[in-house]
């Protein structure tokens, strides 16, 4: 059996020591984010997830929900039991909104607990994790009676929410949704379509479920500039805020998927469902990006869930699993054979996993003080820059994380050999709940193309550059100390591939959009391996700081520094490459026509 | 449902343009390959493959193997009628000896069958397939006796073989194996122990099974040089030849893996079941070579089918898919939305799966023309130069090649979206499948210091320096040519970044072995984008030479063309990163002691 044990001491390294958040003390919400409670919420959360999540996340590949004739869905073994405790626990509201019954405390803990999880579970996380992204939008966009009638059952866990976008015929062009919204007089629409796919469409968790449905009202223009977002409550409610009526919306179908099986992913078959219009009419995909900002930060996050509990325990069985001997002679002569740990391609693998899951950690709750710095911050020049900033990581975030994660965890499963592949192990599992991450909330190709196409043109450049500035700052400074030279002098090289790459861009994708496109993915890549390795200079600062004061912990401050040169070594260098690729333009890419793609008998 | 058709063309372009295997006539067994035969043994078998195997690859995964109480096995629907078909169609003898029952032609045929079998069905190609391999180490090291009982029913298939090496507690460490042979006296011996992993172990698709199992006779040197080759049937044959008593062999269960649910993974437990001796007491390891060398080219072809298969169906899915439009405006007005084939990225993709799989192709059946130069060439000068050459390349084909093949199948899942990830469409099972190419026959890691441990020194590095010669004369010869010269220079460039780290390694892994550990992986990808770029290279120049004729099918040559100047901008540049990688060292891969990965609460 897998196990999971919630990495504290870092997230504790990178939420006080690296972020200091408790430094950001005069911010709204933040007064309250003490040190002690800051730990405390750490460790608890990790304490919760480890021991109540993670038990069942094998049961729940293994059961898979169930959906019955009537439609009703039943969820695995387990995880109603555990959903309650998750709602009295009150982990999912510790970001929310004081005024719909929040804890109203940092994202940057909201994050830890995503993580915590998704990590111990992602198909259980997802229940409440798609609900973050549905109450955001109804917060940004919402009525007053839709947030007071919503918003704090779903905050609390009373009731859960959906996001519903994808159609049997489109998914990344939502401009061809089908699904109708008419008006049926009194305020409310009736709603007619096909949804797929719809994560924790339905299940046994909770007696309503809140679905976000994007439809189009007659006559609305035929393009995304026609869409239109609509709540649709699967029970409807009472004035008094019982519930009323079976609403017009049903699941008909389960799919059958690679992994994630804990998780309903649904046909939804709306007929004529009552729903009520969120924010104007064919303004729908502004609502709609709200949700997916906050889901795509989410989807970034188990991109290091995976790899976190894959290499956890392939750690375990490296240092259990005996064959062969260390190349440098026995390492245990009294044992028949070495744990593999001893073999070089065995550590490559596993400090690769340990150099992307902190790095990637310390991004995300980077990213998670951002979102804050965006909503808080006391300038509003702050505030923009944040905001700035937060939409050009939000696409590396997702794209190059699960990337990577995926490549992670397909490697940790690779320590175990043959019984890796076997599901008795649960490696396999990691590895096919890990697969989706690289999907949904938008492909990484999209991702790409957001980062490329959106958010580098952006206001002339000014998030990129604001990087690059900042980016360029830090390794100044760092080069200044003897210790950390080496470092920054190997991320600046790196940094100057990605400069040159977004030049190269400026010069080329002009006269021709392909190069873009061509060089998209690698762009992105290029900006992951960079910004992990801004976040390992900044913790090997911090590293190198504390062991100057002869802490108690010093291998793991030692480690950060060890983990850090790694980091510059292996993964760095890929970013000359993924620029050489992306320099190579469009044309060999684009040269061939549908006939050449033809397997000729 | 997925679909495959047999690439044909393409194997006739590589077999009859590229390896001109009909102008090797002179060599015993090459007379019978007219190009008339080699035409119709690839179409028959590609037609067979398709129509016969494909269709079953997908009820093979979803019904699995079923293991009775009784231990005895029954394998999916279907699978039992298509062996029979397989077997009466007599495409398992090709390339087997004539004095066995084989049809005595060029190994490069018979791995033409392996590939379009694999890449039809891999859990059903598995149970001819490791047959060859046991078949192999018989011939090689058994008995007259031996090989007159089993080697005409083997490879007539009326039965099929396995080979029985892991354990429980050892797989890649055999010195390390428990079951036991004690001589009956007989010269027979009684075997004992359980086998794990057992791919084909037990089924229903044959009267009998023959095992062929590493165990160790009393008193054997605990190590690598006590383990001796048994043959083991699983019903026992009297001296007529016809079937005797069931031997002491059962099945004790079968495994749940992530893939190739088609074919039986079995625990074989041995219970004093009666075995004889192969080849020499304590020298089972050189016998298990015979079968693992012949399995990990094996492995390589499988490497390329399920990235064959994956690249077909996203091909068709891509231009069947619309959404969104071309970055450079509407192709298709008169439609909602473009064929997702339009975007840049869904190309490139594509394009790494074309250049990936026709260039692996290539290689392989080159290596399958050096299998038959190691035997049959006029020279013993010549048969050496093939057998280095090959030592050498079948690592990188196995590793390389199954690394690649995974990664492309993974992009092609990609393609799909969210349809990637339900299993309804297929594209799941490839990945599935595929990803256990990397672990079997020696995990990539072994077979990565199999290349830079074992052959790169071997004879004082003859076979690496043969290799370099011959890239070097084909890039000199190529730079000659206006139109190739863009693609040599840029594969010699890569070539030099192999040269340097052969060199590095020469340098630096004598005073520590790690750093060859360390960067074994990295240089077994340097090596197979170098392999690739050379295979590449000659398709171009053939390519070029037909067009110069005017043929007909100018799409097919200018393809290669093109495609090979895809190959060289996007794959080659990564050489340059692995390299940085290689020189990296040791030092911060080992740093960290067990301690440092200990998960801290």
Redesign the interface.
């Known amino acids: 059996m897998p196990t999971y044990?919630?990495?504290?001491?870092?997230t504790r390294f990178i939420v006080n020591e690296l972020l200091d958040l408790a430094s950001y003390g005069n911010l709204p919400g933040f007064e309250s984010a003490t040190p002690d409670m800051i730990d405390t919420v750490i460790?608890e959360a990790?304490k919760f997830c480890a021991e109540v999540l993670a038990p069942l996340n094998k049961i729940g590949d293994e059961h898979g929900c169930t959906r019955h004739d009537d439609g009703s869905v039943t969820t695995p073994p387990g995880f109603r039991e555990a959903f309650e405790q998750y709602r009295e626990s009150g982990w999912g509201t510790i970001s929310q909104p004081e005024e719909f019954g929040g804890q109203g405390m940092p994202h940057v803990l909201g994050f830890v607990i995503e993580e915590f999880s998704a990590t111990a579970n992602q198909a259980f996380a997802m229940y409440p994790g798609l609900t973050t992204g549905a109450a955001a939008a109804l917060q940004a966009q919402g009525s007053d009676e839709q947030k007071a009638t919503y918003l704090p059952k779903m905050i609390s866990g009373e009731w859960l929410g959906t996001m519903n976008l994808?159609e049997p015929?489109?998914?990344?062009?939502l401009?061809?949704i089908r699904t109708k919204a008419e008006p049926n007089g009194d305020g409310s629409y009736a709603i007619t379509g096909t949804k797929?796919?719809i994560s924790s469409g339905e299940h046994d968790l909770t007696d309503n479920i809140i679905h976000l449905v994007l439809a189009k009202t007659p006559g609305a223009p035929?393009s995304t500039k026609g869409i239109s977002l609509f709540v649709v409550p699967k029970v409807l409610v009472n004035e008094d805020g019982s519930l009323g009526a079976r609403n017009g919306v049903s699941c008909g179908s389960i799919?059958?998927?690679?992994?994630i099986h804990g998780n309903s992913?649904c046909v939804l078959n709306y007929d004529g469902a009552t729903g009520w219009m969120v924010g104007e009419e064919n303004r729908g995909l502004a609502a709609m990006f709200v949700m997916m900002n906050a889901a795509r930060l989410g989807v970034g996050i188990q991109g290091l869930a995976q790899a976190e509990v894959a290499y956890?325990n392939a750690?375990a069985y490296a240092?259990d699993r005996?064959?062969?001997r260390a190349?440098?002679g026995p390492a245990e002569l009294e044992e028949?054979?070495d744990p593999i740990?001893v073999?070089?391609?065995?550590?490559?693998m596993?400090?690769d996993a340990?150099a992307f899951t902190e790095g990637h950690r310390a991004l995300c709750l980077w990213a998670a003080l951002l979102v804050d710095l965006t909503h808080k911050a006391q300038t509003e020049e702050e505030r923009d820059e944040a905001d700035a900033l937060l939409g050009l990581l939000t696409p590396v975030i997702k794209g190059y994380g699960t990337d990577k994660g995926?490549a992670v965890a397909?490697d940790m499963?690779?320590v175990f050999?043959?019984h890796?592949?076997?599901?008795?192990w649960g490696m396999?599992q990691f590895?096919?709940d890990a697969?989706?991450t690289?999907?949904?909330e938008g492909?990484?190709?999209v991702q790409?193309?957001d980062l490329c196409g959106r958010k580098l043109p952006s206001k002339g450049g000014a998030a990129i550059q604001e990087f690059f500035k900042l980016a360029g700052e830090e390794i100044g400074a760092a080069k200044e100390d003897e210790e950390l030279a080496p470092l920054a002098e190997k991320l600046e090289k790196a940094l100057g591939e990605q400069q040159a790459a977004t030049m190269w861009f400026m010069q080329n994708a002009m006269q021709?959009?392909?190069h873009?496109?061509?060089g998209?993915?690698h762009y992105m890549h290029v900006m992951g391996i960079v910004t992990l390795g801004l976040m390992w200079l900044r913790m090997a600062k911090v590293a190198q700081e504390k062991l100057a004061g002869e802490p108690e912990?010093k291998?793991?401050y030692?480690?950060k520094l060890?983990?850090a040169?790694?980091y510059m070594?292996?993964f760095l260098?890929?970013a000359?490459?993924?620029r050489?690729?992306l320099e190579?333009g469009?044309d060999?890419?684009?040269?061939?026509g549908?006939?050449?793609?033809?397997?000729?008998?």
């Open positions: 044990t919630a990495p504290t001491r870092d460790n990790g994808t015929h489109c998914g990344t062009d401009g061809m797929i796919f035929d799919e059958e998927k690679m992994g992913t956890q750690v240092l005996r064959q062969g190349l440098t028949k054979a740990f073999h070089p391609d065995v550590r490559r596993l400090m340990k995926y397909t499963q690779q050999g043959g890796g592949y076997v599901e008795e396999s590895v096919r697969r989706i690289q999907i949904y492909t990484n190709g790409a193309m021709n959009p392909n873009l496109g061509a998209a993915h912990d291998i793991f030692e480690a060890a983990t040169r790694y070594d292996r260098p890929d000359g490459a993924l050489r690729k190579a469009a060999s890419m684009m040269a061939l549908e006939e050449a793609f033809a397997t000729a008998a």
